[in-house]
């Protein structure tokens, strides 16, 4: 995952993106940003799901991802979070290969 940037914020960047006004979230979440080519691309995720990259980016394996989704979220909710989140970043083209 070369490249990417992960922030905490407190402000829905994409509405602010969209109309151009400050709206305050709920509650923190994470702003992703990476680059396709020349463009720069972000989007905004749940908080658990960037602590997720971050530790991957770190040097996690997705295994060590998921168990900290768990700790963050709960046993219920933890599987369904880590199976979005892994669609998510393949459908984005955040991964790029799969260690053996």
């Not at 749940?46 to 900290?68: D, I, W």
């Amino acid at each position: 995952m070369p490249g990417i940037a992960r922030r905490t914020l407190r402000h829905d960047v994409k509405r602010l993106w969209s109309d151009g006004e400050t709206h305050l979230l709920e509650e923190a979440a994470c702003c992703i940003v990476w680059r396709e080519g020349e463009r720069p691309v972000f989007q905004q995720v749940p908080l658990p799901e960037g602590e997720a990259l971050s530790a991957m980016v770190q040097g996690a394996s997705f295994a060590e991802a998921c168990e900290l989704l768990s700790g963050l979220l709960g046993e219920q909710e933890a599987p369904a979070a880590a199976g979005a989140m892994l669609a998510r970043w393949l459908a984005e083209g955040l991964v790029e290969g799969l260690a053996q």
